[in-house]
């Protein structure tokens, strides 16, 4: 797992509900990273289905 969210869930003492919403947040940020300026565009969710739980 990603060493962030490692970090953040142990500085915060996720709970497992919360942890496992942190780590589909950081699979979202490694399929479409924020734009680096700019807005933020609503991207097309195809890409997301299909990385995240059932």
Do not use: D
């Not at 490694?30 to 195809?46: Q, Y």
């Amino acid at each position: 797992m990603n060493r962030h969210v490692n970090a953040i869930s142990g500085r915060l003492s996720l709970r497992p509900p919360q942890r496992t919403s942190l780590e589909i947040l950081q699979r979202i940020t490694e399929i479409a990273p924020p734009p680096a300026r700019g807005p933020i565009r609503p991207p097309c969710w195809r890409p997301f289905k299909a990385n995240l739980p059932r």
